[in-house]
Nanobody, 122 residues
Framework: QVQLVESGGGLVQAGDSLRLSCAVSGGTSSNFALAWFRQAPGKEREFVTYTSRSGGAPYYANSVKGRFTISRDNAQNTVYLQMTSLKPEDTATYYC???????????????WGRGTQVTVSS
């Protein structure tokens, strides 16, 4: 069974950087497109970024473009989300997801992690 486990969340100050990791087990990570979503308190879950099976053609939501970078290390079965210039608005539970294609549509991802909390203080 494929499992995704996020890590790296925590409490940081505005302007700081943080790197999240998502470990893929029970399958071959290169078989999946991988994505990050987030859900802030009182808001619906929203798309953040995705990358293809090979790590190419990354796509970002406008709210994080230029600040966040998605990358993957298929040899380590891990996808990363490097976050810089963090803002209080980035406070949310961050989830990684795996699916057959790179897309911003949540319903098309088959596997999901349980999430990791990121809190950005002002």
């Amino acid at each position: 069974q494929v499992q995704l486990v996020e890590s790296g969340g925590g409490l940081v100050q505005a302007g700081d950087s943080l790197r999240l990791s998502c470990a893929v087990s029970g399958g071959t990570s290169s078989n999946f497109a991988l994505a990050w979503f987030r859900q802030a308190p009182g808001k619906e879950r929203e798309f953040v970024t995705y990358t293809s099976r090979s790590g190419g053609a990354p796509y970002y939501a406008n709210s994080v473009k230029g600040r966040f970078t998605i990358s993957r290390d298929n040899a380590q079965n891990t996808v990363y989300l490097q976050m810089t210039s963090l803002k209080p608005e980035d406070t949310a539970t961050y989830y990684c997801a795996a699916g057959a294609m790179a897309t911003s549509l949540q319903q098309l991802y088959r596997y999901w992690g349980r999430g990791t909390q990121v809190t950005v203080s002002s």
